[in-house]
């Protein structure tokens, strides 16, 4: 992730996604990015703020990984064919990874 947009590093599926590169203002990575939270679509085809990475894609989360200072450097987006597929315990995993990995962006 830059200061102007999002780039995925590392992605799984059927094939590349729709949008590799977008800018940091658009999807629903810009409302994880602003609020510093994360965000759970459970049925991206209702959510307006969806950008397409996958046709299959039914829902999605978005974890933003955030140094103490409350910066995000980083997103870890997970996604499913089923809609409502991420619970309380998805995100509590995800999030944990979320954390789990900060080091790797260095120190503050």
């Known amino acids: 992730m830059t200061s102007a947009e999002v780039v995925l590093l590392g992605y799984a599926g059927p094939g590349a996604p729709a949008h590799p590169t977008f800018p940091r203002t658009q999807g629903l990575t810009a409302s994880a990015v602003a609020t510093a939270s994360t965000v759970i679509a459970d049925d991206v ?31 870890i987006d997970v996604e499913s064919e089923q809609v409502a597929a991420f619970g309380a315990a998805e995100r509590d995993l995800i999030e944990r990874c979320g954390k789990a990995i900060l080091s790797l962006y260095g120190p503050d």
């Open 45 to 75: 085809t209702k959510d307006p703020r969806y950008l397409t990475a996958f046709g299959s894609t039914r829902s999605e989360m978005i974890v933003p990984v955030v140094r103490a200072e409350g910066e995000v450097v980083g997103t």
